[in-house]
């Protein structure tokens, strides 16, 4: 009998494209994707240990199977996958709903795990979390969950160990997929109508295969297809080049928009955060950014507040950051431990949680208002958006990005929303909020 698999995916987009990777080992092996859990023999939950509510989230929805496994009269199998399994995979598999754990690393082996479940009824549980210094799968065509636009992994691991970060331990040491494996990922795509590619690594600015860095790979990236966006995520202040910044300004289709993260705006901070780079040298690669780019360049960014040893002067210096650069996005977080890390291990977590609440509240704050600041300079201007579907909020508006990752809904009573979807239209930003443009379609 052909067996039936639900996966749901937690975390970053990282894990997003490893869940379509996921998918298509086990559809090459016969195994068939089902979208609701209820249906399934086999559930996967690929996980993250970036936030501390991750395992609160995973616990949470394993008492779903629990409830499934009472009502059903089949077998089920259960199985943790990504970063949680691999950083605490002994530990979560003593939890009496799961099967096997299978880390970041060892995905092919997901259809004979399976399978020794259903054929040995006596089958012990699995812990699968042996981490490569080669594992890339560039040789795997994944199963993208878009038409519109995908995720192409170009890097995994990391060798920075920020100390609050357990990315090194759960996904191993920084390696490369090679270019040729890279550019005909992004040729099948575009030949199969997909207008929008992201190049994913938790630090793309390290890319290194046989002598091509980044900027190199970036520029032959943007010549398979003109037509077609290239993004990527995610960068590190310490490696991002001006030569990665004049390739942007070459090419047309390279989406102008980076994600910058600086974490604190303190120096000490920074210093105990293991990120080599001072508040100046943010700044100044901020400056450079603009200045090549242009004053419509967008940047993001990571906050964190509350790290060990920050006082209120610390956490000013990151607000104070803010005001300076003026960030169109800020993804915000209170710091909390992670085990494992150098932090968690050495530091003491001395700042409490009404604290971290508060500093994380203005950072939030503040964030909204700079976001308001850099959409209302929209207003009144054309931008050319990739439809993506009908907005979430009203069937008959058409919602999609500009190429500096800005979110526009427009009104589409004259226009079919599902025709539109995949193709480039133009539109005049009329209003907005700081989360939404809202335009008319030109």
Known sequence: MLKKYYIRTYGCQMNVADSEIVDAILTSRGYVKVEEMYDADIVLFNTCSIRENAER????KLDSVKGLRRQCH????????????????????KHEQIDFIAGPDEYRKLPDIILS???????????????????????ISPLYGSAVSAFIPITRGCNNFCSYCVVPYTRGR??????????????????????????LGQNVDSYNYNGCNFAQLLDTVADVDKHMRIRFLSSHPKDFTKEVVDIMSKHA?????????????????????NRPYTREDYLAKVKMIRDVLGEGVAISTDLMCGFCGETESDHNDTLSLMEEVKFDYAFT?????????????????????????????????????????????????????????????NQNEICGRTDTYKMVVCKSEKLNVTDLIGKMIKVKITDCTSATLIGECV
């Open 333 to 393: 977080f209170a710091y909390s431990e992670r085990k494992g890390t150098y932090s968690a291990e050495h530091m003491k977590d001395d700042v409490d949680a009404d604290t971290k609440r508060r500093r994380l509240d203005e950072l939030i704050g503040l964030q909204c208002r700079h976001s308001l600041f850099r959409y209302k300079q929209c207003i009144g201007k054309e931008y050319e958006i990739l439809v993506e579907g009908p907005s979430k909020r």
């Open 174 to 199: 920084e390696r490369s997929r090679d270019v040729d494996s890279i550019t005909k990922e992004i040729k099948k795509l575009s030949d199969g109508g997909c207008r929008e590619v992201t190049l």
């Open 57 to 60: 989230t995973l616990l949470f």
């Open 74 to 93: 089949r077998k089920i199998v259960v199985g943790v996958l990504g970063c949680m399994g691999q950083l605490q995979g002994e530990r979560l598999l």
């Open 253 to 273: 289709n390279i989406c102008k928009y980076i994600h910058l993260p600086v974490q604190s705006g303190s120096n000490k901070i920074l210093k105990a955060m």
């Open 117 to 139: 479940f259903f054929e040995d009824k006596s089958h012990e549980k699995e812990l699968a979390t042996q981490l490569s210094t080669c594992e890339t799968y560039s040789d």
